[in-house]
């Protein structure tokens, strides 16, 4: 009897390897280097992920910034993932189909592909978050699906989710604004 109390103790306390989706340049949590944002090269930064299910059919990346000033802003949306895919690379090309028959929708800057963190220089930290979904279905989009037409194609086929976090504060004025401005 007492052993059966003890292993069945050791197996409800061994951690769930569930879908899991981290960063080799932030931890989660942790500053979003420059590098990924508007004031850097605004390029992705690179994402790695396990612990698909095994029943996936495709997996989705929709990146947000929930304290934006005018709401939930949209980075970054990507879709038709092939489960065999363990993550995106760094600097993917801001393009609707890549390679593997990835594709990218279109964020809320209006263009598609990623867009990195830009917060208003007097906003303090944002915090970004890359969430995966795992589908049990390859949804039928065209590429530069909206994020809202992506999360439609997601109701009801989320087989499991995981998220990063990270967060950035911008110290600099807006260099968009000063580029677009004669002085």
């Known amino acids: ?3 059966k109390t003890l292993l069945g103790a050791l197996l409800f306390s061994l951690p769930l390897m569930g879908l899991e989706i981290k960063s080799p340049v932030f931890d989660n949590g942790g500053i979003i280097p420059i590098t990924y944002t508007c004031d850097g090269k605004n390029i ?3 994402l790695l992920w396990k612990g698909i299910p095994p029943s996936t059919k495709s997996l989705v990346l929709i990146m947000h910034d929930p304290d934006a000033p005018i709401g939930d802003f949209t980075h970054w949306v990507v879709y038709t993932i092939p489960p065999s895919v363990k993550g995106l690379p760094e ?4 393009k609707p ?3 593997k028959g990835i594709e990218q929708g279109i964020n ?3 263009y598609i592909g990623y867009g990195g963190p830009c917060p208003p220089p007097w906003d303090g930290y944002h915090r970004y978050y890359f969430d995966l979904y ?3 279905y390859v949804p039928n989009l065209p590429p530069g699906a909206t994020r809202k037409e992506v999360e439609k ?5 989320v087989i499991e989710k995981a998220s990063l976090m990270g967060k950035y504060k911008r110290n600099v004025p807006f260099k968009f604004a000063q580029k677009d401005r004669n002085f």
């Open 1 to 3: 009897m007492k052993v």
């Open 44 to 46: 992705n930064p690179p």
């Open 91 to 94: 600097g993917l090309p801001k």
């Open 97 to 99: 189909v890549l390679e």
């Open 108 to 110: 809320d800057f209006g």
């Open 134 to 136: 795992a589908l049990d």
């Open 153 to 157: 194609a997601l109701k009801g086929h």
